[in-house]
Every structure is written in C-alpha cells, then in structure tokens.
C-alpha cells in the first residue's frame, strides 16, 4: 500500500497544485498538530517555498503553536518574529475572524487536525472562518488531515437552539468525517457562497487496521490540544468528554487525560458491576481497568482517585463495536442508581455558557442528562433515541464523503 500522503503533503511537493496561489496573500489557520511528514510546522514549511506569499497566520483554541493548557484561557495576537506576519487568536478576544483579519490575505489555508468528535472545537472555528470567508468573498483551501477516529457514527444529534462553541451544527457526538468533509458539509447546510477547495489525501483507508484512521506505525502523533496525548484518547474522546460536564476526573492532570474517570469517594468496582448488569453491550470493544490516580491539577487535584481506564491499545480492541458515548453514558447511568443523590453534574461557565449545564452543552440537548436522572429510564431507551439520529445522519453525511 502506498504511503498516505495529508493535504499539506501534496501542496508542498506539487508545485502545479500551488499555481492558483501565484501572485495571492496566503493565510494559514493551523495549531500545534498542523505538521508535514518530516515534522516541520506547516507555517514553517509554506513559508520556506518561494512561490508563496504568507501574509498572516491565525490560530485557534491552544493557540497556533500550542502556547495555553485548559478551556477559557485566551491566546494573545502576536507578531511571529521569523517570518514576520501577524499572528491572529480565534481563542483570544473574538472567536471569529474580523473585517480587519480577514483583509490581509485573499487565500485562507486551513491545516487543522481534528479528533472527529462533535465538541471539539476545531470543528465550530472551521465554520466561523468559512461563514467570514463567504461574507467576505474570500477563498479558502482545507488541506485535508485523517480523522483518528474513523468513519463510526455515535450519539445524538445536536438539537435546534443548542448551538455552542462546542455545538457548531446538528452533528452527532462521533461524526465520522474529515475536516474537509466537514466544510463541505457546512456550505451546503448553511447554504454559503465561497470558493473552497479540498485538497484530499491520497491512500486514506478508514477502515484499515490497526489504525482505522490514523496512520499508526507510519506518522508521528502531535498533541492537537494539550490533552489530547495519543490514539487512545482520540478515540476515546466521543464520551469521555462528556465528564467535563460531571464532577467526576476525566483525567486532566494525568498522564492518560480523557482515558479514564473517576473521583475520591467512587467505588469503581461497584460501578463496573452495576454497568455490567445494565447494558453488557454497551461495554464492547474495549477493556475497562479498575485503578487509582491522582490528578496534579485540575479536578479533584492532589486527591487519591478510584476509577475505570478505558484501554483501546491491545488485540481486544474492535473499532466497530467500541461505542465510547453509550459506555460513558452508562457509567453515569449506573452511578445514578447506585447513588441517586450523587452530586453529578458540574454547575460552572463552559466555554462562554454561563446559563445552561456542561452536559447539556456537551450533548447538545438535554436529553442525556434527563436519561441519566430518570429512575425508570432504562439502556433501551437511550439506544432507540440515539439509533435514529445515527441513521439520520449517515444518510445526510453520504454525499459528502470524499474517501
């Protein structure tokens, strides 16, 4: 099989695929995963051929080489001091770019690594730039990166008025596609008028072992955002992320962040016991460890944790029945009947939400939370829900996928 070459990757060895950019200001929005394959940052790497013209650079939550650790800390603008154009926040003092940013370049690349989960928010600066790049007339070329976590579809659909910073549009929580997918998808549904090219990957295979989607064995993995460290959690991500909207760890001040979750006064193998008579096949595909951790900040800092480690690295793993957001929603579920006065859900301001819970952000409705709370709710429910949603949108996504 031949290597699999990411967009940057053809942009940067084709000199013919670069001729529409001749003579045209060249933006980039990138962060610290937006490498080639030898490494070199794709700022770097555009800015070392002569036939571009780098007039600006933007950066997105984390910043454009990674510079902040957790949600809500805010990147600053920069003047980059090698190559000389301004460095402009998407994270910072607006999430969308201004008049003024966007009259500095008349091409916006855009290199973004995704983990091909809903929350993300990658996937929400991808349509502010595109909804300014149509306002603005100007074009946009997605250089089109692997999604770590396949094609898999799972979990609700975001519903109506639930549109956040971390709920760009009626996605399900894994939605399946590529960035460059994705900003097909958003032009159409948001019906936008933009000269937008993708340059796809060559030799992507999805559904190929042992990666499913990443190149394992063949490219190095970067930390898209700091706690994003490997594989397994990109694929663990789809639910595990939604303990950031529960009192429980999710691991952040760990070595293995969103791997794993847990909390001083949990007993973990009462949980697990309590998942497994609830729904066993919610629980497919991977291996669940109970363990002990301490977060060094963030939760629960300084406090010995009991918990569950979700393993998705060994030969148990099964790409196609691992389904992360129905076990964590489980493992709420499970807690709630073991303790049903269990101060779950974590009341404080979630990327600019002061008004409405985490959860409910997170999921995008508030459907989850009323399953996990009610007593007489039970896995079946849940599944029927979120069944039709999934089909519902593997027929929406099929026109757009590219590979």
């Not at 929400?124 to 306002?135: D, G, I, K, W």
């Not at 549904?189 to 394992?216: E, F, N, Q, R």
Request: net charge negative.
């Amino acid at each position: 099989m031949p290597a699999l070459e990411f967009g940057l990757d053809r942009l940067l060895t084709d000199p013919q695929l670069r001729e529409p950019l001749h003579g045209r200001r060249v933006a980039l929005l990138a962060h610290p995963a937006s490498v080639s394959r030898d490494l070199t940052h794709t700022l770097d790497a555009l800015a070392a051929l002569p036939d571009l013209r780098m007039a600006a650079a933007f950066g997105p939550q984390h910043g454009l080489r990674g510079d902040k650790q957790d949600n809500m800390v805010e990147s600053p603008e920069f003047l980059d001091p090698v190559h000389h154009i301004p460095v402009f926040s998407l994270y910072g003092t607006v999430r969308r770019p201004t008049a003024e940013m966007m009259a500095t370049f008349d091409v916006l690349l855009i290199d973004l690594q995704d983990l091909g989960c809903r929350i993300y928010t990658f996937i929400t600066t991808l349509r502010y730039v595109l909804e300014a790049a149509a306002m603005y007339g100007k074009a946009v070329w997605i250089l089109d990166r692997p999604n770590p976590a396949g094609r898999p579809v799972e979990g609700l659909l975001l519903r109506p008025g639930w549109e956040s910073f971390v709920g760009a549009g009626p996605l399900p929580m894994r939605h399946g596609l590529t960035m460059g997918e994705l900003a097909c998808w958003f032009i159409s549904t948001l019906d936008l008028d933009i000269d937008c090219t993708v340059i796809k990957m060559h030799g992507w295979a999805p559904s190929a072992a042992p990666g499913y989607g990443w190149p394992l064995g063949e490219r190095s993995w970067i930390n898209p955002s700091p706690n994003a460290p490997n594989l397994s959690m990109a694929r663990s991500y789809a639910g595990t992320v939604l303990l950031e909207g529960s009192t429980l760890s999710e691991g952040r001040g760990t070595t293995r962040p969103l791997e794993l979750f847990g909390a001083p006064d949990l007993d973990a193998r009462r949980l697990l016991t309590a998942m497994y008579a609830l729904a066993p096949n919610w629980m497919l595909g991977c291996r669940l460890r109970e363990c002990w951790f301490e977060p060094t900040f963030h939760k629960h800092a300084g406090k010995l944790c009991h918990g569950v480690q979700i393993h998705v690295e060994d030969g148990a793993y099964d790409h196609a029945a691992f389904r992360p957001w129905r076990l964590q929603s489980l493992a709420f579920k499970a807690l709630r009947q073991l303790r049903p006065d269990y101060p779950l859900w974590r009341d404080f301001a979630y990327e600019y939400e002061f008004d409405r819970l985490a959860i409910d952000l997170i999921n995008g409705s508030l459907l989850l939370r009323e399953w996990v709370d009610d007593p007489v709710a039970m896995p079946g429910d849940l599944d029927a829900l979120s069944r039709v949603d999934e089909r519902e949108w593997e027929r929406a996504r099929s026109e757009f996928l590219l590979y």
